[in-house]
Nanobody
Framework: QVQLVESGGGLVQSGGSLRLSCAAS????????MGWFRQPPGKEREFVAR???????DYADSVKGRFTISRDNAKSTVYLQMSSLKPEDTAIYYC??????????????????WGQGAQVTVSS
C-alpha cells in the first residue's frame, strides 16, 4: 500500500497563492491515479482535481482556471498549485491514490489511500 504525506498548507490572504505537495512512498508511484479532495468546515469531502497515470487532468468547476494539478513521477510527488484563492477555498486538503481503472475518480470511494490532510485557510 502506498503512503501519502501532504505539505504546504497554511494561511493566505484572498487572491493569494499556495502550492500543496503530496509525497508518496511504498509502491510504484506512476501506477497510481492521484487526486486532491478538500473538506470545508462542517461539510463533506469534495473532489478538487485528479491526474491520470499519463497526466490527463480533471478539475471541479469551482477551481477550474485557478488550480493546477501536476505530478513528478521521478520524485513520487503530486502537486496542487492554487491561485486566486478565495475564502470559500478554506478547507482541509487531502491527496489520494488509486490503482483502479475505468472510474471517474471524482468520488472519494474511487481511492484506497489517503494522506493525513493539510489545512488551507484563506482570509478575506
Amino acid at each position: 500500500q502506498v503512503q501519502l504525506v501532504e505539505s504546504g498548507g497554511g494561511l493566505v490572504q484572498s487572491g493569494g497563492s499556495l502550492r500543496l505537495s503530496c509525497a508518496a512512498s511504498g509502491r510504484t508511484f506512476s501506477t497510481y491515479v492521484m487526486g486532491w479532495f478538500r473538506q470545508p468546515p462542517g461539510k463533506e469531502r469534495e473532489f478538487v482535481a485528479r491526474i491520470s497515470r499519463i497526466s490527463v487532468t480533471d478539475y471541479a468547476d469551482s477551481v477550474k482556471g485557478r488550480f493546477t494539478i501536476s505530478r513528478d513521477n521521478a520524485k513520487s510527488t503530486v502537486y496542487l498549485q492554487m491561485s486566486s484563492l478565495k475564502p470559500e477555498d478554506t478547507a482541509i486538503y487531502y491527496c489520494a491514490a488509486s490503482e483502479r481503472r475505468g472510474l471517474s475518480f471524482q468520488s472519494p470511494h474511487d481511492y484506497s489511500a489517503w494522506g493525513q490532510g493539510a489545512q488551507v485557510t484563506v482570509s478575506s
